[in-house]
């Protein structure tokens, strides 16, 4: 299976304290990892420096077998790559729809901006109910469903989300665990999955890598961590 993303070796600086040290992570065509770590951990500044937001002190980022370390993040975008922020970052008084359409902005084809709309709609249907609601007055886990249908509209083919669960509920949190299985399913679209939420993490994803203080300590099948976890708690009961 040929990789859709490929993050080779980066390092990551701010000033001199270095936040990403050397790591390298695959993400297959059409398939769900997931990048877990606490607080601090250096899994927001990965996903920014995938999209260009940050730069690169060293490494390379290959999507879809073509080097992009060095184009602007519109042109990542372009080419199908899709962030949905930390903290949603959403226009507050502007409405569900508007803040929807702001995620179609490297586009120009009309019919498919129409046909991805309805996607998301159908989606989330709540968001057609408050389609002309401003985003701002909508429940956390509504918001963060608008940022999701954003970066949909984009038409992405990779779509990187960072920490989704963040501030919502555990059903909730459950509920859009099922809709991002649903986003890959239907769509056929990569995911990277960010996250401290290891059960969305691991109900998600099919492959994890595990970052402590800007370094991969771990990585691998969900299923194989499930089972040392299995392993771990029989022996030693925790
Ligand atoms: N804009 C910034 N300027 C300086 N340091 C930063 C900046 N953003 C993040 N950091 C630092 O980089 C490290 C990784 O942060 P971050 O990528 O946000 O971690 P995570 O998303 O895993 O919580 C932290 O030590 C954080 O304080
Ligand atoms: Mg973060």
């Known amino acids: 299976m040929s990789n859709i993303l490929e993050i080779n070796h980066i390092t990551i600086k701010y000033g001199k304290s270095i936040a990403v040290a050397g790591i390298s992570l695959k993400i297959p065509e059409g ?22 937001m940050v730069p690169l002190t060293d490494g390379s980022l290959t ?29 507050p008084y502007l409405s569900v729809y508007k803040n929807l359409l702001l995620g179609a902005t490297q586009r120009t084809d009309k019919q498919g901006i129409a046909e991805d709309l309805e996607f998301v709609y159908n989606l989330f249907p709540k968001l057609k109910d408050r389609s002309k609601q401003k985003a701002g007055t909508l429940s956390g886990g509504e918001q963060q469903m608008v940022a999701i249908a954003r970066g949909i509209m984009s038409n992405p083919k990779l779509l ?54 800007g370094k991969l300590v771990a990585e691998g099948p969900i299923d194989e961590i499930r089972e040392k976890d299995a392993v771990r708690k029989a022996y030693f009961g925790g």
């Open 31 to 52: 398939g769900i990892v997931t990048l877990i770590g606490s607080n601090g951990a250096g899994k927001s500044t990965t996903l920014n420096a995938t999209l260009g």
């Open 63 to 91: 999507f879809q077998g073509e080097d992009i370390t060095n184009i602007s993040t519109a042109e990542r975008v372009k080419k199908g790559l899709a962030l949905v922020p930390e903290g949603r970052h959403l226009f």
């Open 160 to 213: 990187c989300l960072d920490e989704p669960s963040l501030g919502l509920a555990p059903v909730v949190i459950e509920d859009v665990g099922r809709k991002i299985k649903e986003i890959n399913q239907k769509r056929g679209t990569s995911i990277l999955l960010v996250e401290q939420n290891v059960h969305l993490a691991f109900g998600v994803a099919a492959y994890c890598y595990t970052l402590q203080v």
